[in-house]
């Protein structure tokens, strides 16, 4: 819902002018100090905005420091949507108190919208022309510590034999076994309802992005794994389920990506839908304020469940994947090895096939795709089942690596059949 001002101003692709600020002040610049490397802890609930009262104005003006430009770089490659500050709040009070505190940074108004089923008012903010994206959000956020802001983060896809997925996690094949019927929601790219494996399936569809959709290549791939036509080339594990596809990924040249201020809006249309599960097949750094969004949503139960990445066994951990309570599923092949490309750490959770997948393609036949990407939806099917039944998934998987719980393989590779009988 935004919140109309008179006489708004274009902008292009993403948002609209919806209310503009005075910006009386320089903005000041710092480079950001580095968060230590995450752990993983146990599942946790916390984090909701509701009930918070506004937050007091600070007591001193930062000293007004020289601008930089951090968009010398290619600004399509940059990890977060350049020049803007992203903000949550619990209500509109409070996001029109922070607003006040923002304006001495030279922050503008860009978009505000309430979402109600997340418990949040998001608002988007302009950072002053030739300001140092990360640095003055660092510089905000050391200053302001009781605003909830971040950048815009970016979000990218984590996709890099016929049937053997479900042989490999000992899903019986048989019709009637192994069924259940679920209200699942997914964050993807488009979806091509008229392939032949979902054209009958109980899918909707909502389109959140502002500009050109990406290809739906990806989004049909993870749609039919969950739910494809039991009879089609590409059968879903779970085809008697429900499927809320949020389709929020863009085409921008050559870069597919999302922003967090898309992804609350999608979150907060999959919760008005009642989903009990999310699969999230994308990733990217850590991001406070979607961080937020995602522990609201497992405060109400919702099942988080997310590609652990495919930037190869050196690379940092991958949001939401990482984020503590959010199951990260990681990739194996029909050798049951580790893909390659995934990512370690201790926050991988659950292995499952995802070398070579057989799904849908974007336009009315299969092909073999891989990465984690592909391997989340089938742990969604597994972990739905197995909840419904009482069945701890990662007590049941198999050991894969070293003895125990590791950080390539997290606790093994998921198993299915006998309790799924």
Not at 33 to 38: G, H, I, T
Not at 293 to 315: H, Y
């Amino acid at each position: 819902e935004p919140e109309p001002e008179p006489e708004p101003e274009p902008e292009p692709e993403l948002s609209r002018d919806v209310e503009e600020t005075e910006s009386p002040a320089t903005s000041p610049d710092e480079p950001e100090v580095a968060e230590p490397a995450s752990t993983r802890p146990a599942i946790q609930r916390g984090g909701s905005l509701l009930g918070r009262s506004p937050p007091p104005p600070p007591p001193v003006p930062p000293p007004p420091t020289d601008r930089s430009d951090d968009e010398s770089a290619d600004p399509d490659s940059l990890p977060y949507e350049p020049g803007e500050l992203l903000l949550v709040s619990a209500d509109m009070a409070g996001a029109q108190s922070a607003a006040r505190q923002l304006q001495r940074y030279e922050l503008r108004i860009k978009s505000r919208q309430r979402l109600d089923n997340l418990g949040l008012v998001i608002s988007v903010f302009r950072l002053p022309p030739g300001a140092n994206t990360p640095a003055l959000v660092a510089r905000v956020r050391q200053d302001l510590p009781d605003l909830d802001l971040d950048t815009n983060q970016r979000y990218q896809l984590l996709s890099d034999r016929r049937r053997y997925a479900q042989r490999l996690m000992a899903w019986p094949e048989s019709a009637g076994v192994c069924r259940g019927a679920f209200r699942i929601g997914m964050l993807d790219t488009a979806v091509n309802d008229r392939h032949p494996a979902l054209v009958d399936a109980n899918l909707t569809r909502r389109d959140f992005v502002r500009g050109e959709s990406a290809e739906p290549v990806h989004g049909t791939a993870v749609a039919s794994l969950l739910v494809g036509t039991a009879e089609s080339e590409t059968p879903g594990l779970l085809p008697a389920s429900e499927l809320w596809a949020a389709e929020v990924f863009r085409q921008r040249g050559d870069h597919t990506d999302t922003s967090t201020e898309i992804l609350l809006s999608a979150l907060d249309w999959l919760v008005s839908q009642r989903v009990q599960a999310i699969n999230l097949s994308l990733g990217g750094e850590r991001n406070r304020v979607f961080e937020l969004a995602l522990e609201n949503l497992l405060e109400k139960d919702i099942v988080l469940l997310a590609a652990a990445g495919n930037q190869g066994p050196g690379a940092p951990p991958s949001y939401p994947a990482a984020q503590r309570g959010v199951i990260a599923v990681t990739a194996v092949d029909a050798a049951e090895r580790l893909y390659s490309e995934a990512n370690r750490g201790d926050y991988v959770d659950l292995a499952a096939p995802g070398v070579d997948v057989w799904a849908a393609n974007g336009g009315s036949a299969g092909r073999y795709h891989t990465g984690t990407s592909f391997a989340a939806p089938l742990v969604t099917a597994a972990w739905l089942l197995a909840e419904k039944q009482g069945v701890d998934l990662m007590a049941t998987a198999k050991d894969l690596g070293a003895q125990g719980r590791d950080d390539a393989f997290g606790w093994g590779l998921v198993q299915v059949g006998d309790w799924c009988h």
